[in-house]
């Protein structure tokens, strides 16, 4: 079976500086899914043209739109680039132009010119769980998007916050308070009867 050896992290994208090159469906979509998790992510765009409703999203959340072709200009102090048009040498350039700067970069629908990928998400509260299939059948993700948003209980923030409360009252050093957590946590996962 083959093994998905990506690395998952969890940015503070608020502290990045992301540019989306394009302004169509593809970069509406990211956009989207960009502020939907992270609504205060630093966000430049850059295409000759934007949709509407990309528009309404950037004007809603205070998104620097330039209506201008890709140059690389745009990359200046940026930390992640996200390339979405429909004219691949265009995307080809910008994945260039960020591996030669060292900026990470994904070009959409094109995971040999992606350093990373953005996967299905769920969040409830303090509580985020991020899917990849390895950029293999983001349907798949969608999917397990959906089981997991059904699954994991709507108050599965207040158990967070109690078990960070209890966190700090546990007394020993860190294997201890580890241990102590493990087995005070322990009935949280079902495990089948045999």
């Known amino acids: 079976?083959?093994?998905?050896?990506?690395?998952?992290?969890?940015?503070?994208?608020?502290?990045?500086?992301i540019l989306i090159v394009g302004?169509?469906?593809?970069?509406?979509?990211?956009?989207?899914?960009?502020?939907?998790?992270?609504?205060?992510?630093?966000?430049?765009?850059?295409?000759?043209?934007?949709?509407?409703?990309?528009?309404?999203?950037?004007?809603?959340?205070?998104?620097k739109m330039n209506v201008a072709d890709y140059d690389v200009s745009y990359l200046k102090g940026k930390h992640i680039a996200i390339a979405t048009t429909d004219n691949v040498p265009v995307n080809e350039q910008v994945y260039h132009d960020c591996r030669e700067r060292q900026i990470l970069v994904n070009v959409a629908d094109n995971p040999p010119y992606c350093d990373f990928y953005m996967g299905g998400i769920v969040t409830?509260?303090?509580?985020?769980?991020?899917?990849?299939?390895?950029?293999?059948?983001?349907?798949?993700?969608?999917?397990?998007?959906?089981?997991?948003?059904?699954?994991?209980?709507?108050?599965?923030?207040?158990?967070?916050?109690?078990?960070?409360?209890?966190?700090?009252t546990i007394k020993g050093d860190f294997e201890e308070?580890?241990?102590?957590?493990?087995?005070?946590?322990?009935?949280l996962v079902n495990k089948k009867e045999e």
């Not at 303090?126 to 998007?145: E, Q």
């Not at 959906?146 to 109690?162: A, H, S, T, Y």
Request: aromatic residues 8%; positive net charge; proline residues 4%.
């Open 1 to 17: 079976m083959e093994r998905n050896e990506l690395y998952p992290v969890f940015l503070k994208v608020s502290n990045l500086h």
């Open 23 to 63: 302004g169509g469906n593809v970069a509406l979509e990211k956009l989207t899914f960009l502020l939907k998790s992270s609504p205060n992510a630093q966000v430049e765009m850059v295409a000759p043209m934007f949709r509407e409703e990309t528009v309404e999203l950037a004007n809603k959340f205070n998104i």
């Open 124 to 168: 409830k509260g303090n509580v985020k769980v991020a899917i990849s299939t390895n950029g293999k059948s983001p349907t798949t993700a969608k999917r397990l998007r959906q089981f997991f948003e059904d699954v994991i209980p709507e108050n599965i923030d207040d158990l967070v916050k109690n078990l960070n409360e209890f966190r700090k």
């Open 177 to 187: 308070k580890v241990e102590t957590l493990n087995e005070f946590t322990k009935g």
